[in-house]
């Protein structure tokens, strides 16, 4: 049937991400439309009066069309006969279905759906979801249904709309664009309708100074913006936030072999200043510690990357208490490592750093966001980042946080928290917002 794709082999690793995702990965893929013809229809169950005891309400998304169940008790005989009331009708409801909300709450089983249209409808314990006898029912037993990965560090200006697709296939129904050509923020509209390809956010051109990572690897092209100077910087954040872009990509440092002239304080603090009084927050690429410490300092919002030595507690202190993310990408790292041929070195010596850096984080109460660079090295893989997600799992990060992360933690780093939060409330295309795994 059109409104639900099936594909992509799950990996292995799924199955560490919690016992109850295990076997064949299928994704929502296309939104439900509304009128479609009906699969099996079953019989709604009843409502047993303890069917929502137990759950924590704050999963719960409330229906916007509150279900109802027919009066239970026969009317008197000789009063005028009142027509029970009808059941609501949706154009999808699935049940026995996992749901993990994404905010790191347990996984709640046995649950139901409704849809709407290409909107969910109504979240409730299966038993307690009350629909019409011609509802359209698919049974999702032994699945798993969690919100859409958002990559919050990718690069999209090479692929194709159909090699897009594969990350919605794959469950990541948002990512963030971080350096390309300013075209792409034509081309984000364009595709902003078509549900079967990721929402884009994107940055445009990487803000550096002339001479700036990344132009000493890549060149001067259009993927890259530099400035001179404060009042530059300024005219230039300025001119990108009236480009449409969602967010500020500046450069700090290059790699960790090497130094480039780099961005002064003084403009990292205009480029977050002018950033803010737009609405749109500044990612920083960062590779060392004292990169990111002047970053944080002057008003990130979140780190592209994190440090490839040890980052200070102090400074994991200072970055949870101004709120600033994290985007690990430590694949990226592998992908590079790999490219340059010293891996095994790297394994040795730099990813545990890179595990470690990324245990205190989360301890600490950081804001981690799931990312792993595609595009910025060969090897980077189209689709779900398990090659990341790998990582931060042998770093010790639980996989319900990892969960909260690639969601809750990326929708914030991302700008677009307020927004999550307003899709629980069930207004969201569904195709952004739910991925069905089992
Ligand atoms: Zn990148």
Not at 206 to 211: I, R
Request: net charge neutral; proline share 8%; hydrophobic share 50%.
């Amino acid at each position: 049937m059109r409104r639900m794709g099936y594909g992509m082999r799950s990996s292995l690793l799924w199955m560490k991400l919690s016992p109850l995702l295990i076997g064949v990965v299928f994704l929502l893929t296309g939104c439900a439309p509304p009128g479609q013809p009906p699969q099996a229809a079953v019989a709604p169950t009843s409502v047993p009066a303890t069917a929502t005891a137990g759950l924590p309400t704050a999963t719960l998304i409330l229906p916007t069309a509150t279900a109802v169940p027919p009066t239970a008790t026969a009317p008197p005989a000789t009063a005028t006969p009142i027509p029970p009331t009808p059941l609501p009708r949706y154009d999808l409801v699935l049940v026995g279905v996992t749901i993990i909300d994404g905010t790191g709450a347990a996984p709640l089983p046995n649950m139901a759906l409704a849809i709407n249209g290409d909107r969910i409808a109504a979240i409730a314990p299966a038993g307690a979801l009350v629909y019409s006898a011609d509802t359209p029912v698919r049974d999702l037993a032994g699945a798993s249904l969690l919100p859409g990965f958002i990559n919050a560090h990718a690069h999209t200006h090479q692929l194709s709309d159909a090699e897009l697709r594969r990350w919605v296939q794959a469950g990541v129904t948002t990512v963030r664009d971080l350096s390309a050509p300013l075209d792409i923020v034509a081309r984000r509209d364009a595709l902003a309708a078509d549900f079967s390809v990721p929402r884009l956010l994107v940055s445009g051109p990487m803000v550096t100074v002339p001479g700036g990572h990344p132009i000493p690897i890549y060149g001067l092209n259009e993927r890259v913006l530099t400035v001179g100077g404060v009042a530059d910087a300024r005219l230039q954040i300025a001119a990108l936030a009236d480009a449409g872009v969602d967010v500020i990509k500046i450069a700090v440092s290059g790699r960790s072999d090497t130094s480039y002239p780099e961005l002064s304080d003084a403009e990292i603090a205009a480029i977050s200043e002018t950033a803010r009084s737009r609405g749109i927050a500044v990612t920083a690429h960062v590779d060392r510690a004292v990169a990111l410490e002047r970053a944080v300092a002057n008003g990130i919002g979140d780190a592209a990357h994190a440090p490839r030595d040890r980052i200070p507690d102090a400074l994991i202190a200072a970055m949870v208490q101004r709120g600033v993310g994290m985007v690990p990408t430590v694949d990226v790292y592998e992908a590079l490592a790999e490219q340059r041929g010293n891996a095994a070195e790297w394994r040795l010596v730099i990813l545990p750093v890179m595990y470690d850096n990324l245990r205190r984080f989360a301890a600490a109460g950081g804001t981690l966001a799931l990312g792993d660079d595609f595009g910025g090295a060969d090897g980077t893989q189209l689709g779900m980042p398990m090659a990341e997600i790998r990582h931060w799992l042998a770093a010790g990060i639980a996989p319900l946080e990892v969960i909260r992360a690639a969601t809750q933690g990326s929708a914030k780093v991302a700008g677009i928290a307020a927004t999550w939060e307003r899709l629980r409330s069930g207004r969201s295309p569904i195709c952004w917002w739910w991925t069905a795994i089992h």
